[in-house]
């Protein structure tokens, strides 16, 4: 525990920051497997396309959960330990896939970025002034997250106009 790192944590309890940090590292498990394993069972129209984006967003997220899990350690706490508490702890949820076809995983994926994006705006809210280091490192997840939207929004805009496209041609 990094004892003089916390002495810069002021207005906010340090067990409460930890909570919330546990919740994030709880979505961040938990997008990074959906993303995985919308990745492998994806099918449909301009799928190696979204492959891709997918597979680099399952990494981001890997990434998020490792930057999370070693705030919570430098403040002392332990990040959680049990994949079951990662239901228990979750804000956004884990949608297991039904639909894989492409433009309906798509679908899913900007909903959770939406979620993560919900959350760590109050993260950073919470921390703002109090914590900084955590401020920090929520911002530059934050930023991911809205760049993740972003790509997947921009796949599927892509992907349904191609659709629309081939309709209306099949229409003529
Ligand atoms: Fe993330
Ligand atoms: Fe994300």
């Known amino acids: 525990m990094a004892r003089g790192g916390n002495s810069i944590v002021k207005g906010i309890e340090i067990d409460e920051v930890i909570a919330l940090l546990n919740r994030a590292y709880a979505d961040e498990w938990l997008a990074y ?22 597979d680099q967003h399952a990494m981001d997220e890997l990434r998020h959960a490792g930057l999370i899990a070693n705030r919570i350690i430098q ?62 490192m929520v911002n530059q997840i934050l930023a991911d997250e809205v760049e993740h939207e972003e790509d997947l929004v921009a796949l599927h805009e892509d992907i349904t106009a191609f659709i629309q496209q081939i309709k209306d041609t099949m229409d003529l």
């Open 33 to 54: 497997y959906q993303y995985y394993t919308e990745s492998k069972v994806i099918k449909g129209i301009m799928k190696d396309a979204v492959v891709v984006e997918l």
């Open 75 to 136: 403040l002392g706490g332990t990040p959680l330990l049990d994949p079951r508490e990662w239901f228990e702890q979750t804000h956004c949820g884990y949608d297991a896939p039904t639909n894989f076809d492409v433009v309906k995983i798509l679908e899913d994926a900007i909903k959770g970025e939406q979620c993560a994006i919900g959350i760590y705006s109050q993260l950073s809210e919470v921390t703002q002034g109090k914590d900084v280091v955590t401020y920090d």
